[in-house]
């Protein structure tokens, strides 16, 4: 049962629901602001990383120069990952300023815009490094029946510089699918307020 907000455990000790419940938010507060540095500097890390790969090889007295933008798929990971990092700056900057303001809780229509805006960076890291890796994968070895030849036996420094991006991206891809995760749990157990003294009045939720 509860009095007066607070609850009492089946061992009769006594636990403020309200202390748990800002403890609880406060580590996800900072489990957010670690993921989206993460994402950040990955971003940046895998968009540099590609968007400055070159590299020049002579075929036949002709110079030939590899750049992403030969590739529709690594300009979509440059652009992708530019946006996730801008994206994830602006986020970080807002649940610094949320912990220094001593804020950890917020309204439903900020915690569906978060959700909103987590789940769209999500799906585009994923959709990039999905297009990215394809096509590194054609680079690598190749379509015979196509007569593709392997890109990457001409222009190795390149496309090894390239894996490290997607491998990069990859990274910041799969931080933003947790990040997702979290928004979301922030989100729905906003809707469970009404669910707290099913258990009890333990404390749990």
Excluded: H
């Excluded at 991206?169 to 990040?179: D, E, P, Q, R």
């Amino acid at each position: 049962m509860s009095y007066l907000g607070v609850g009492v455990s089946p061992g009769n000790v006594p636990v403020n629901n309200g202390t748990v419940t800002k403890v609880i938010d406060r580590k996800i507060r900072v489990v957010e602001l670690v993921l989206r540095c993460v994402i950040c500097g990955l971003g940046v890390l895998a968009a540099v990383l590609v968007g400055t790969d070159t590299q020049v090889r002579e075929i036949f007295t002709i110079q030939k120069k590899a750049i992403f933008t030969d590739m529709k798929a690594l300009v979509f990971l440059v652009i992708a990952n530019g946006i996730v990092a801008a994206y994830s700056l602006v986020q970080g900057v807002r649940c610094v300023v949320g912990m220094i303001r001593g804020s950890v809780l917020f309204n439903k229509p900020l915690a569906w815009a978060i959700f909103s805006g987590d789940q769209v960076m999500a799906y585009l890291t994923v959709a990039a490094v999905a297009a990215a890796a394809q096509s590194a994968a054609f680079a690598k070895l190749g379509q015979p029946e196509l007569q593709w030849m392997k890109i990457c036996n001409l222009y190795g420094k390149f496309c090894n510089q390239v894996g490290e991006g997607i491998a990069s991206a990859l990274l910041a891809s799969l931080s933003m699918v947790l990040l997702s995760c979290i928004s979301a749990f922030s989100l729905f157990r906003l809707y469970g307020g009404g669910s707290k003294g099913k258990n009890g009045g333990d404390g749990r939720w």
